[in-house]
């Protein structure tokens, strides 16, 4: 059975200069490798040990991901729109490592519950199968090889049933659709070898056709989680917009270069957006975007949480200082964002409307698959400062 992942990019690099935070674990693999680490901060302005660099291996660090080894992806730049496919690209091989993370686990349990599995541990107490761990790599191995022309034929049947699953499915619109197509083969290829194991037990019992049904079903259920992802992507895009205009804001009135009312024509001009990127360099006013996933904090029982915040200097005016002011002494949890658009009368400033729709696709999915989804809006306003945090757990 061919076990290499199909891949959906065509690079293998993804452009966006950052900083890679370790899990403890991670740090150890490192360590025992051989590869130096360096002391970097992360979002919050903690120190660590992890890894820095102008670009970063998709599929390295998508490993990362899959087996804990990284706490979080930290990007700090004077601008981020200009880093639009390479920050959409992070974030989908983030999303998409949990879900792969979590689909053989599911299928596991899945399959032990089965009688047939239970009347082959009756049956073989001293080889008994109730964890993944029980099943000897070696013994994998061996079962593949003698079988590669079935395990094929049945790795294929599977691929064809779950693509008619989707393609029956009429609650998916044709854009959801075609992004779950093309990512059936990546997650089947991900599977672990270990469940195509169990799988072969079942498989020689009148028990195949009813478990083929519930491993299909399984894993349609899993690609359509992958339309988070494509939500996720598309409310992080419309954060970064509205935080980049609020930070070129900033400094450009700061500095006197044009005035408050023309910053958007006055932006339009290549050269002026160099300029104020090399000023905001200068300055040490950067946009920050972070994805933090460490497992030893941020995850609770099954489910990985996953935080992405975007944070930014921006022009705050008194009537939103003091309303914000107000608000924060009564609620730490952060501002809802629908009432911090709300609050503006300028439909332009923050940007209103994109953000409140895809934050609605988001709410709408989460609360139908039952996932935990927030989004709120920490402002500092002594600082002139705001942070986005969506936390959603898979």
Known sequence: MDQTPVTERTDKFIDLPCRLILTNSGQLLFQKSGTPLKRVTNKEGVTSEGLESPRFNAATVQKLVLNSFLEEIYATLPALLTRRYHIISTNNLIMYGILYKKLSPSLATTMFATNV??????????????????????SVEALLGKNQALFQRIENEITEAVIENIEMNAALNDEDRQAMLMSVAKFISWIDRRIWYIFFIIYQTNQKEVM????????????????????????????????????????????????????????REKANRDLVMQMAEREGQMLDLAWN???ERMSVGK????????SNYGLIDDTMRDKLNRKLKTNTDGLNISDFY????????LGAGLGLLYNSYLEEICKKEGIHYKCSIFPEPRKEKTSVIIEISL
């Open 117 to 138: 599995v239970k009347d082959f541990n009756r049956k073989n107490p001293k080889h008994s199968i109730v964890d993944l761990k029980h099943i000897h790599p070696g």
């Open 212 to 267: 083929k049904r519930t491993f299909v079903t399984m894993v349609a259920r899993y690609l359509e989680h992958t339309r988070l992802a494509t939500h996720l992507s598309n409310l992080i895009m419309e954060f970064i917009q509205n935080a980049e205009k609020a930070h070129f804001e900033r400094i450009i009135v700061k500095n006197g270069l044009c005035p408050r009312d023309d910053v958007d024509r006055w932006l």
């Open 293 to 295: 996933m460490n497992p």
């Open 303 to 310: 489910q990985y949480r996953i935080q992405v915040s975007i």
């Open 342 to 349: 709300q609050s503006s009368e300028d439909p332009d400033k």
